[in-house]
């Protein structure tokens, strides 16, 4: 399990390390039941506080993609992966419908629309 | 007796008083939560070594209440004491000690001496333990301050002013002793420094001491994320909201605002430029700026 952060990148380091987290297991990295290093380990290794790796736990447990076990340790959840990324989906969806607002308002073609989707994701 | 498992503060300060002739500590009241680390910070002069004496008793209180791990001094001093390591800015061993005398005068002190820690300490930090204490660098003496504080099973480490006059290699080296002194969630340190930046990644609080009075006591996380510097014009600035403004900085090209909301802001329309900002610049805005 690899856990990269950056300073500069101007994402808050708890919401870093979520994204990676949640983007191993919904690739299937992680597997469901797998147990994630603890708190204290990770707030460790990458040098940062307690605080920060609580957080982001604390938020992938609210979206219920692990659990947490007083005295064991936390783990992915057993939820399943259809539903995660039904919910993911539902995401991608829905901020697309933004950007397409914004487009017809200012009457960017689809075609255009399209060219720049495939530009970012292929980023 | 409370269970000191049960206890969620290992140190808690209510309403210290202590009143010098030019220098007082001013109702300083805070809570460490155990299992953090605490950055304890402020200027030379603020009032941290006085309130690390008050902490270790060392000190008569004028006011005030102080309890560690959930006990008071009044009934409990040697229990409390036997569970603080603390690590004075200068070393306290005579010069013509070695490693083994140490071992042998700290046996004698504390009921917990662990003389098994503290050799892997010695080893772990390659310290010599044939040399005396005077042909010691400051970061051996330091790192033998350390190495003692930690072998006696001590829930609580204490630090002041430890790290500065340190280079960074052993500065580093220090600060993972406290990742992993900090892995056991029972453990907890507060470390003054007058150098921000170590603190800056690891500690889970700072806690802003001035002129002998708390200024703030907040997540470092907090910090970091919604504080920010907007620089703008003198223009702007007659605009610009001020319930959020936590200190200003006028120079002759424009003006610089530290605010305590800036996600808040990031996702307005604004024209002024918005920074993100140190822990270190956050303190001098207050201190120059005077905060209100």
New interface residues.
Partial sequence: MEIIISNTN?K???EQITAQIKGMIMKGTLDQGDALPSI??L??EL??????TK?SYDDLEKEGFIITIPGKGSFVSEKNKEFVREEQLRKVEENLQIAVEYGKNSGILLEEMQQILKMLYEE | MENPSEVNYTIELNNVVKKYKDFSLDHVSFKVPKGNIVGFIGENGAGKTTTIKALMNLIFLDEGQIRVFGLSYKENEKEIKEQIGIVYDESCFHETLQVSDINKIMSNIYKNWDQKVFYSYIEKFNLPDKKVMKEFSRGMKMKLSIAVALSHHARLLILDEATSGLDPIVRDEILDIFMEFIQDEDHTILVSSHIISDLEKIADYIIFIHKGKIVFNRSKDELIYNFGIARMSEAEFENFPKENQQGVRKNKFGVEVLVNNKQELMQQKHEYVLDNTTIEEIILFMVKGELK
């Fill in positions: 101007g808050p380091i708890y204290r380990l707030a460790k040098r940062i506080s307690v605080i920060t957080r």
